[in-house]
């Protein structure tokens, strides 16, 4: 639509919570062409392979083409405007600040330029991540860190957001902004 806003959103729950399939949904609900689905999940055994190959198997049947991006988002292009799917960033937070392509000490800054970036490139963008702490907080050394950089990664796209969904139960909570219809 002519002059439409773009709109950013970001989805996030705890593990099984719902998050993936309510993020698919709000895009499917879009109706807009192309698809693109940022995939971060790093190929590192057999079954990741497997939930990999059956994950874009399900993604083609919803007409999203994969784009896999493990580190680096701010150096993706996106063939041709459309509504893009980030996935997730719980992967990409994590490949950031240990895998030795990843922005290290400064994965918030390359995380915060990647979406940005993305934005500029695309008609919607969803975002999908963890909720962090909801298991406890007793972690200590390189968990505590990750978690720390998550919950903050969260925060930052959280302000970025024109809407914040939180899925408890597959129960989608709006925090921010107006809830989408239908």
């Known amino acids: ?29 879009m109706g807009t062409l192309p698809r693109w689905y940022i995939a971060t999940m790093q190929p590192f055994d057999d079954e990741c392979r497997e939930r990999i190959r059956r994950h874009r198997k399900m993604r083609v049947e919803k007409q999203f083409e994969t784009i896999e991006c493990f580190t680096g988002l701010e150096k993706v292009t996106i063939p041709e405007k459309g509504v893009v799917l980030l996935e997730c960033m719980s992967n990409l ?17 390359a995380i915060s330029r990647g979406v940005d970036h993305l934005i500029q490139q695309c008609t919607d963008l969803i975002i999908v991540s963890n ?6 907080t007793d972690y200590q050394g390189d968990t505590l860190h990750y978690l720390r950089t998550l919950a903050a990664v969260n925060r930052l796209l959280a302000s970025k957001a024109d809407r914040v969904y939180e899925i408890i139960c597959g129960i989608p909570v709006c925090h921010k902004g107006e809830e989408r219809k239908g």
Do not use: R
């Not at 950031?96 to 994965?107: F, K, M, N, R, V």
């Not at 909720?131 to 406890?136: I, W, Y």
């Open 1 to 29: 639509a002519a002059g439409k806003q773009l709109m950013v959103t970001l989805v996030i729950g705890g593990a099984a919570s719902g998050k993936s399939e309510f993020a698919e949904s709000l895009v499917l609900q």
């Open 93 to 109: 937070t994590a490949n950031e600040l240990y895998s030795p392509d990843g922005a290290g000490a400064h994965t918030m800054e």
């Open 131 to 136: 909720e962090v702490f909801s298991g406890g």
